[in-house]
């Protein structure tokens, strides 16, 4: 399995970003997708996650109302949606392929939130 992390970069606060993750090597389908993110010197934590099955989401609460979390099973593809930015945004977000077998990571990509 493989995934890519795409659209990160610099935007100020209060702007948007669309981050992209594309999966390949498996069935898409089967696995549980997340969103997690690593800001320097603090731990990895979950911003927000989406089931195979039913699609069911769930966000960390200080992402609640601002980030949403989609996928797209034709095109392999999970996104999250980011808006109201702020300073403490800041991180290198991954994306998280998981079954109860699997788990695979991608690169990051970064998000500087900054003015």
């Known amino acids: 399995v493989q995934l890519v992390e795409s659209g990160g970069g610099l935007v100020q606060p209060g702007g948007s970003l669309r981050l992209s993750c594309a999966f390949s090597g498996f069935t898409f389908s089967r696995f549980a997708m997340s969103w997690h993110r690593q800001a320097p010197g603090k731990e990895r934590e979950l911003v927000a996650s989406?089931?195979?099955?039913?699609?069911?989401?769930n966000y960390a609460d200080s992402m609640k109302g601002r980030f949403t979390i989609s996928r797209d099973n034709a095109k392999n593809t999970v996104y999250l949606q980011m808006n109201s930015l702020k300073l403490e945004d800041t991180a290198v977000y991954y994306c998280n392929a998981r079954t109860y077998l699997h788990d695979y990571w991608g690169q990051g990509t970064q998000v500087t939130v900054s003015s």
């Open positions: 989406i089931t195979n099955v039913d699609g069911r989401t």
